[in-house]
């Protein structure tokens, strides 16, 4: 489980081949690139690419005098982006099982995602798709391990059917499918996670339109203050209308289509400004005879942290900073 900026959460599992202590290296590896390819904040379909590009250099840069086939090529992954605002999941896989779906009713599926290749193998793209998760259901990463031992399809039914059993927590559901699928170790290794995700409602959420119009950066001000007003987070005004008029300003000199600027009260408070256009503020250190590129050093300097998201619509940028405390 990895934190993404916009209150939002990566969810990641994945398999290598082989066992022992050159398995273990390899998914040492591929997980510390996992990591690092989430922090950049791609996509599930970008992020398995770069991670295949990686195992394919990888390979190429190894010596041939072994026979034996490298645990990280043919290694499997799939790579969720759940954002709690929309409630929708983006997911890709990499020749790894589809997830389960368990719906607050009861129902479930295994969810409806296009098969890439295993990594290194470099022989077809990989495809994300989205799936709208209501509020109170359940997501279900495992790897094959877990549906081994038989008839695929017969074990998937008895994971789904059991998934949608009742359970105190998480933890117990996790003990009862590990107990009924797993009973005695096998002959590969088996891992299931586990998500209930939630939505955030409008109290934890206020976005505004911002007109391509200089004269709205005060606009979007008042909007933020008003709100945090609202929620009880006055102390952090001051630094949030700084950021507020950085990245405005920026949207607007730059903007090709309608400006958003959205905050999200979480563990953190996240501003952000989304606009249509893929060019982004660069931070460079302005020398004392600029008359600009100041903004974005101080919004660096008074904010936890900040960064580019880049769209299929455009980009949004955000600065995170932590709440007050009293």
């Not at 099982?97 to 793209?125: E, H, W």
């Not at 003990?175 to 009973?183: A, G, N």
Request: hydrophobic residues 40%; glycine residues 8%.
């Amino acid at each position: 489980m990895i934190p993404l900026p916009g209150a939002r959460v990566g969810l990641v599992v994945g398999d290598v081949v082989g066992h022992g202590i050159a398995a273990s290296a390899t998914m040492g590896r591929l997980r510390t690139a996992v990591r690092t390819l989430a922090d950049i904040d791609l996509p599930p379909d970008e992020l398995l690419t770069h991670l295949d590009d990686i195992v394919t250099h990888a390979e190429a840069e190894r010596s041939d005098t072994s026979d034996e086939i490298p645990g990280d090529v043919g290694a499997t992954c799939l790579y969720a982006v759940y954002d709690p605002v929309s409630g929708v999941c983006s997911l890709a896989r990499a020749g790894h099982p589809a997830p389960v779906l368990v719906r607050p009713d009861g129902t479930s599926n295994v969810v409806a995602l296009p098969a890439g290749p295993p990594l290194g193998l470099g022989s077809l793209p990989f495809e994300a798709a989205e799936v709208t998760v209501p509020e109170g259901s359940l997501l279900a990463l495992y790897t094959n391990g877990l549906l081994a031992a038989g008839d695929v399809d017969e074990r998937t039914d008895v994971l789904r059917r059991h998934l949608a059993s009742p359970a105190s927590s998480l933890d117990a559901l996790c003990d009862t499918v590990l107990r009924t699928l797993s009973p005695t170790p096998g002959i590969d290794d088996s891992t299931l996670l586990l998500a209930r995700p939630r939505l955030f409602g409008e109290d934890r959420v206020a976005s505004w339109d911002v007109p391509v119009d200089p004269a709205a950066v005060a606009e979007g001000r008042r909007h933020a203050s008003v709100r945090l007003t609202a929620w009880g987070l006055e102390d952090a005004a001051f630094v949030t209308e700084l950021v507020v008029s950085e990245l405005v300003t920026n949207a607007i000199r730059h903007a090709v289509a309608l400006i958003r600027l959205r905050l999200i009260r979480n563990e953190t408070l996240v501003c952000e400004v989304s606009d249509g256009s893929s060019t982004s503020p660069h931070l460079r250190r302005a020398r004392l005879s600029d008359e600009g590129g100041r903004g974005l050093f101080m919004v660096a300097e008074l904010t936890q942290r900040w960064g580019t998201r880049y769209t299929r619509a455009g980009k949004t940028i955000w600065a995170e900073q932590l709440l007050p405390t009293r």
